[in-house]
Every structure is written in structure tokens, then in C-alpha cells.
């Protein structure tokens, strides 16, 4: 069966979501922030076509958002990640294989339906997830993975949004900016500017053992993919992750212990969270904390790490340890601006070998986690939370410009009006 991958990419996804669940934004320009409102991190097709790029700090652009009445939001992970998982939902209802490569993109295995107009079934594809999520995607279709990626990035200027590179490869390749590969970065691009190569098909034209030297095997898998022969298979299943970081900024700077004890608690609180949901525990843990070094005055870092006497992932347990590794880092007089948890090394929760001086009540806290995670599905993430993680949290990321959780909290549902 002859190879045809489709790559599905979601548009401005971030700035999507939010105009999905406003109606009223639609053709407004977005911007959305990053941790702590400080940078843009995503921009609508009409905020870049202002001139807005991804990075920019956020005071530079304020006379652009008065001036055109951008609409400005922080990050609200939890309505993105519900989003996306609503849209994943979606496109697996048309292919038999596929893989979901990051928040707002998947690979669909289109080899089944070679048969049909691809062209078309990728509109129908796109209109389901506009009509059912209400998030704009764009459809490439070709032989490999990468070429997919290439032709994603042309479908993105089509009114129609799905482009199909098939029998048509050189002639986008020869206007195709190398560094715009998927695989290639900046290192190889310097790389390969320097020998002449300044578009996708000079790459394919070089000599295998050349790149196979220069650039490893996964460049020649690139250049293999980009000339039509498949060698990245999808990945059904997720790779198991072997560790996990969970770190903030802090909204302001924090000098007294408790409230990085808070912090660091609450860091953990979610990292346990994620840990049960995928099934898999911790073997050791490690903390971390760290002034600014963009800020004057006397700076200090450091990190710390315990082994749990068994793998675990339990919010009580790593509460219990982070109290107690905390103070071999901690100093005071220093203006702290970030912390965070490490997990270094995960496994499957199921194969956890037992420790017989782990006690039996600390293996009942499992019922009552998975108790909190039930009422936490339901009602919203932060329903029921520990002391531990403080009430106020003065140190939170700051985010002024949080829209609600319109799909993931009873509490903040949209409201539709009927006059």
C-alpha cells in the first residue's frame, strides 16, 4: 500500500480557541501571552499581518492594541488542552491510524483512502472540526511526513485550506527556504548555507554520504523524506515520557520560605496530577529554585533531589518530601523569581517493585487521590486542593487577562443570549 500522510494543524491555535468561544472576535486581531503576561507567544492571522511577531514583549506593542483595539488574553492552558483533545477526537472519526504530534497538529494516514478525491476529503476533514470544535485547520497531503509539513505550510495561504503536493514536489521544494524543513535547525541551516543550499530541493540534490556525515542519520532521513521515500512511520502510541518538569515564573519576587514552599508544592500537586493520568510514577524527585538574572542585586541558584522510598505518584508524598528537602537550598536576602519540580526518572506505575517499610496507610492515600481526581474532572481541576499549596498564593503567575474555562469548569459555561 502506497505511503499518503496528511498533516491537520490548527490555526493560531491558541488565538483560535479563545475566538471560538467569543463569536464577537471573529475578524478582531488576538494575541495571546505567555506566563506571566510578559511576551507574545501566539498572534491571529490579523494581529500578524500588523506586523505583531511571536516573542515581542508585550509593552512594545501597546500602542498597536489601542490604536486597533487588539483583543489581549494570557494563556489559559486548560480551555487549549480541552480544545485539543475535542479536535483530535474529531479527525480520528475519519482515518483508521493517525498520530497526534503536538497540541494542534496530528498525522492522519490517508493510504486507506487512496481511491478517493483527497483534496476533498481533506476539506471535509477541516469543515468538521470548524463545524463541531470551531477551530480553522489547514491539510497537507503527501507521500512522507515531512513533505506533509511542507505542504501544510502551503495550504495555510489557500482560501480552501487543504493542499494535496503530490506530483507537484519539485516545483514547491524549489521555492521551499531550507531552514523551513522540518528537521533542519538553525545549526544545519548555517550549515548548509554556507555549501549553497538555500532551498529544500538543493537539499534533496546533495550526496547522501555527504549529509549521512554532516548531519547524522536523521538528516539523511530528512532528505530521503523530502525526495519522496517514507522513513518516519506514525506513531500511534505516544512514546512513554522518562521525565518531567513542571517550573513557573513567580507574578512577583518571593524571599520568605513558605511561600516557596507553597509554590513548589503546587508545582508538584499538578506534576502528581498528570503522573496518574498517564499511568506512570516517580523515583526520585528534584526541586529547584533561582533569582533573575535579567535583575540586579545578589543572585543564587540551586537544585536539590530525594529518592522516594518507592516509585510513587502520590500528592502526599511529594508534598511530604519537598517540606523536608527544602531548607538544604533555601537561603535568605535573595528576591527569588522561579521554582520548580524535576521527575527524573518515571516508570509504568504497574511495575513499581515494593518496599515492605512503605506502611499500609500510605497506600490508602491512593483511594483518596483518586477520589480528589474524580471530583477534580468533574468540577475543575483546583475544586479540591491541598493547604499545602496555599489560599492566596501571592507568588502566582500572574495572568490579568484570563478568559474563563468555558468547556472544562460547570462555573464558567458560555452564556448564549437570545433577543
Not at 494581529?47 to 512594545?60: H, Q, R, Y
Not at 531548607?327 to 521554582?339: E, Q, T, V, W
Not at 475543575?380 to 486542593?385: D, I, K, L, Q, T
Request: charged letters at 25%; aromatic letters at 10%.
Amino acid at each position: 500500500m502506497k505511503s499518503i500522510v496528511a498533516l491537520a494543524d490548527c490555526n493560531s491555535f491558541y488565538a483560535s480557541c479563545e475566538r471560538a468561544m467569543r463569536p464577537d472576535l471573529d475578524g478582531c486581531p488576538i494575541v495571546v501571552l505567555s506566563n506571566n503576561d510578559t511576551m507574545v507567544v501566539a498572534a491571529s492571522a490579523e494581529a500578524k499581518a500588523m506586523g505583531i511577531d511571536l516573542g515581542v514583549p508585550l509593552f512594545k506593542i501597546q500602542p498597536l492594541i489601542k490604536k486597533h483595539g487588539i483583543a489581549v488574553f494570557s494563556s489559559n492552558y486548560t480551555l487549549y488542552a480541552d480544545l485539543s483533545e475535542r479536535v483530535m477526537e474529531t479527525m480520528a472519526r475519519f482515518v483508521m491510524r493517525y498520530e497526534v504530534y503536538s497540541i494542534d497538529e496530528a498525522f492522519l494516514s490517508l493510504s486507506e483512502f487512496a481511491d478517493l478525491d483527497l483534496t476533498h476529503y481533506g476539506k471535509t476533514i477541516r469543515e468538521a472540526v470548524k463545524r463541531e470544535v470551531g477551530i480553522p485547520v489547514s491539510v497537507g497531503i503527501a507521500g512522507t511526513k515531512t513533505l506533509s509539513k511542507v505542504a501544510t505550510k502551503v495550504a495555510k495561504k489557500l482560501p480552501n485550506g487543504v493542499y494535496d503536493i503530490r506530483g507537484n514536489e519539485k516545483a514547491i521544494l524549489e521555492k521551499f527556504p531550507v531552514e523551513d524543513v522540518w528537521g533542519i535547525g538553525w545549526q544545519y541551516t548555517k550549515l548548509l548555507h554556507r555549501w549553497g543550499v538555500s532551498t529544500a530541493l538543493d537539499f534533496t540534490r546533495l550526496p547522501e554520504r555527504w549529509v549521512q556525515k554532516h548531519m547524522t542519520v536523521d538528516g539523511l532521513r530528512t532528505q530521503m523524506e523530502l525526495k519522496g521515500i517514507p522513513c518516519l512511520p506514525l506513531q500511534e502510541i505516544r512514546p512513554t515520557r522518562k521525565q518531567m518538569v513542571v517550573s513557573r515564573g513567580f507574578g512577583k519576587v518571593v524571599g520568605v520560605r513558605e511561600e516557596l514552599e507553597e509554590a513548589l508544592c503546587d508545582y508538584a500537586t499538578l506534576a502528581a496530577w498528570k503522573l496518574r493520568r498517564e499511568g506512570l510514577a516517580a523515583k526520585t524527585i528534584s526541586i529547584f529554585i533561582m533569582t533573575s538574572p535579567f535583575r540586579s542585586g545578589p543572585q543564587y541558584a540551586n537544585i536539590t533531589t530525594a529518592r522516594f522510598p518507592e516509585a510513587t505518584n502520590s500528592t502526599v508524598a511529594f508534598i511530604r518530601i519537598i517540606r523536608a528537602i527544602l531548607p538544604r537550598i533555601y537561603r535568605s536576602g535573595y528576591a527569588y523569581r522561579k521554582a520548580g519540580v524535576i521527575l527524573p526518572e518515571l516508570c509504568n506505575e504497574k511495575l513499581i517493585q515494593g518496599n515492605l517499610f512503605v506502611s499500609f496507610l500510605e497506600r490508602k492515600e491512593q483511594r483518596l487521590l483518586q477520589a480528589i481526581d474524580k471530583i477534580n474532572d468533574r468540577w475543575g481541576r483546583e475544586v479540591v486542593h491541598f493547604g499545602a499549596v496555599g489560599l492566596v498564593q501571592p507568588w502566582a503567575m500572574r495572568r490579568e487577562r484570563l478568559s474563563p474555562c468555558f468547556t472544562t469548569n460547570w462555573g464558567e459555561l458560555p452564556v448564549a443570549y437570545v433577543s
